[in-house]
């Protein structure tokens, strides 16, 4: 009989306990490796859902004013993008304030158009791109997306893509930007200490009309326009989905972005922007709110003729206000475009801005149309068409100046002056322009002058009873004229020299790097003799680009519009538009490769306006 090893019984309990106790250790590992990997799972699935919805936003907490049509009482909801762009309190904070008005009574405007979008326009910066088709049927109460737009993607607010936060460095500047406040800063196209002068005087009967245009960007060319009269369809709103009534198509465009009003009390257009991601600036100056992702709405700001909103980075429009009273008293058409290089190709980058002013600022009998075709930039075209008109009208507010004017028939002093002090006024040293300007004056009785002042190659003719008058002078290297203004002082040109520092002009404005170079660079620019334009006569001006007169001659586009009036219905200013707009697709047809900004204005008797006639 075998007998047990003293300590048998013991080894065998203790290896039992310790494979029980290995087992027991394996099951429960496997137990916390399963609640491990669940808890993961879970917190994926919370990052997920915290991105999808990103329910911080609710937590921030900013003061709001009350009695502002504009700012929101709570912040901007993801189910609100179905529902219409204005507070729902918004009849009560108005019957509360009466500070602004809630609609419109469009007449013309309310619409996104093409061509008949510039005949209207009597006051304002018109930067040239132009849709290049429409359906006539389109009414005011319309929206579209331009076609360069890609309307295929299905975008949400959810997917606005947020860009790179730059605007902490801006957080603690003004929320509001006055005339009174700030002078002009020409990088920035803001309205200097002279603003004031281009303000309408009249207060009882103030009808403003707004017109915007984008200019830059993947809606680049689209339009709009609207009264404050319209009190039906205020305000105007800014966003990348529907129901806004500017469908601005660009991923970095929060479906509800911004909004515009008229405020009726201070008689002004006022711009907020509506919690939006990406923000919007006005003149490179922040007018969202400061603190960042908040998406509470900012504190509303004044527009004034010929900012730039900026929605986004890449969104950019160009705002342009006249008032409803001021009316030209002959034909005018405006077309522009961009154009491509190459059919079908991507536009060109924007760089002409054309303009007009009728009346003038405190003179009723002048007014003042011009283009000016930028290089290294647009800022330079815009600080020159917003500051060009100031001078002008700066000059003839003096009563002897203006009667001198008036009993000569000659306001060559005034052009020559009006370049000079725009010129000392603009810093941009490294951008220019050209600027051609037409100044064109009633005597009382019906009949016109017309003088044109230019520095660079965007031109001017005038055709009054089949007789042609050119009205400016070319500023190019390889001009004739100018090679023998180089030679006189004392540095010619070399033979085949067609280009100064890179550039083929010598004469523009800005570009004050250059000029410090080489003395052979000028802002000085070429007066034309005064053209008399009878009330009884037949006759035209046009002003154009060099992307117009590089394809087309001065012959051939007044055969074309002799063609293009034969062809077309006379109307008030509906005729002088579709001539302008004739002119530019002859221009696109050529394949011109640059710019293209038209100026048309009609002084045949048949298309002026008695009821517009001007008192002494």
């Known amino acids: 009989?075998?007998?047990?090893?003293?300590?048998?019984?013991?080894?065998?309990?203790?290896?039992?306990?310790?494979?029980?106790?290995?087992?027991?250790?394996?099951?429960?590992?496997?137990?916390?490796?399963?609640?491990?990997?669940?808890?993961?799972?879970?917190?994926i699935f919370l990052i997920l859902i915290a991105c999808k919805y990103k329910p911080w936003r609710f937590f921030y907490s900013h003061p709001v004013s009350s009695n502002s049509v504009f700012r929101n009482k709570n912040t901007i909801k993801g189910e609100d993008i179905e529902r219409p762009l204005i507070s729902d309190d918004l009849h009560l904070v108005e019957s509360q304030s009466h500070e602004y008005s809630r609609g419109y009574a469009h007449d013309a405007g309310g619409h996104q158009n093409q061509g008949a979008y510039g005949s209207p326009w009597t006051q304002g910066l018109v930067h040239k791109q132009r849709l290049t088709s429409i359906n006539p049927q389109l009414t005011h109460t319309d929206s579209f997306v331009l076609d360069v737009c890609d309307s295929s993607e299905d975008i949400s607010v959810g997917q606005t893509l947020k860009r790179p936060l730059v605007f902490k460095q801006l957080a603690e500047e003004q929320k509001h930007i006055r005339p009174e406040d700030v002078k002009y800063r020409p990088n920035l196209a803001i309205q200097n200490e002279k603003f004031g002068d281009f303000?309408?005087?009249?207060?009882?009967?103030?009808?403003?009309?707004?017109?915007?245009?984008?200019?830059?960007?993947?809606?680049?060319?689209?339009?709009?326009?609207?009264?404050?009269?319209?009190?039906?369809?205020l305000p105007l709103t800014l966003g990348r989905v529907t129901p806004s009534d500017i469908l601005v198509m660009d991923s970095e465009v929060s479906g509800k972005h911004a909004m515009i009003n008229w405020n009726i009390n201070k008689l002004r257009w006022e711009l907020v922007d509506m919690g939006s991601l990406n923000g919007?600036?006005?003149?490179?100056?922040?007018?969202?709110?400061?603190?960042?992702?908040?998406?509470?709405w900012g504190d509303p700001i004044e527009l004034a003729n010929g900012d730039i909103i900026t929605l986004g980075t890449t969104s950019r429009i160009f705002v342009h206000i006249r008032s409803q009273n001021d009316q030209v008293p002959f034909g005018i058409g405006i077309a522009s475009d961009a154009m491509a290089v190459r059919r079908g190709g991507k536009k060109l980058p924007m760089e002409d801005v054309c303009y007009y002013h009728w009346p003038l600022p405190g003179t009723d009998k002048f007014g003042l149309f011009g283009i000016c075709d930028g290089h290294g930039?647009?800022?330079?075209?815009?600080?020159?068409?917003?500051?060009?008109?100031?001078?002008?009208?700066?000059?003839?507010?003096?009563s002897y100046r203006r009667e001198r004017v008036l009993s000569q028939?000659?306001?060559?002093?005034?052009?020559?002056?009006?370049?000079?002090?725009?010129?000392?006024?603009?810093?941009?040293?490294?951008?220019?322009?050209t600027a051609t300007v037409l100044l064109v004056w009633a005597d009382g009785d019906g009949n016109f002058y017309a003088q044109c002042a230019n520095v660079g190659d965007s031109a001017c003719v005038v055709n009054i009873d089949g007789k042609q008058t050119k009205m400016t002078e070319d500023h190019r290297i390889t001009s004739h004229s100018?090679?023998?203004?180089?030679?006189?002082?004392?540095?010619?040109?070399?033979?085949?020299?067609?280009?100064?520092?890179?550039?083929?002009?010598?004469?523009?404005?800005?570009?004050?790097?250059?000029?410090?170079?080489?003395?052979?660079?000028?802002?000085?620019?070429?007066?034309?003799?005064?053209?008399?334009?009878?009330?009884?006569?037949?006759?035209?001006?046009?002003?154009?680009?060099?992307?117009?007169?590089?394809?087309?001659?001065?012959?051939?586009?007044?055969?074309?519009?002799?063609?293009?009036?034969?062809?077309?219905?006379?109307?008030?200013?509906?005729?002088?538009e579709k001539i302008a707009n004739s002119l530019l697709s002859e221009a696109r047809t050529l394949r011109t490769k640059d710019n293209t900004s038209i100026i048309f204005l009609d002084f045949d008797n048949s298309h002026r306006i008695l009821s517009c006639k001007l008192d002494s």
């Open 482 to 576: 100018e090679r023998l203004r180089i030679q006189a002082t004392g540095e010619p040109l070399k033979d085949g020299e067609t280009r100064l520092c890179g550039l083929n002009l010598a004469r523009m404005l800005g570009d004050k790097f250059l000029k410090q170079q080489d003395v052979r660079f000028s802002s000085e620019p070429y007066i034309s003799q005064v053209v008399y334009i009878h009330q009884a006569s037949k006759g035209f001006a046009l002003l154009a680009s060099d992307g117009f007169w590089d394809v087309v001659n001065v012959k051939k586009a007044i055969q074309l519009v002799q063609q293009a009036k034969e062809r077309i219905s006379t109307e008030e200013e509906i005729s002088a």
């Open 199 to 233: 303000a309408p005087k009249d207060t009882k009967d103030q009808r403003s009309i707004l017109m915007l245009e984008v200019i830059s960007g993947p809606c680049q060319g689209l339009q709009h326009s609207m009264q404050s009269t319209d009190t039906s369809r």
């Open 1 to 43: 009989m075998v007998k047990a090893m003293p300590g048998a019984d013991d080894d065998s309990s203790s290896i039992a306990m310790t494979t029980l106790t290995t087992s027991n250790n394996i099951l429960l590992s496997k137990e916390a490796i399963f609640i491990i990997i669940v808890m993961l799972l879970l917190i």
């Open 409 to 433: 028939s000659d306001a060559s002093d005034v052009l020559k002056e009006a370049f000079s002090q725009t010129e000392a006024s603009i810093d941009h040293h490294y951008e220019g322009c």
């Open 280 to 296: 919007t600036l006005v003149n490179s100056n922040a007018v969202h709110n400061p603190h960042t992702g908040s998406r509470q």
């Open 377 to 398: 930039g647009a800022d330079a075209a815009a600080s020159v068409s917003k500051i060009m008109p100031q001078m002008v009208a700066s000059i003839l507010s003096d």
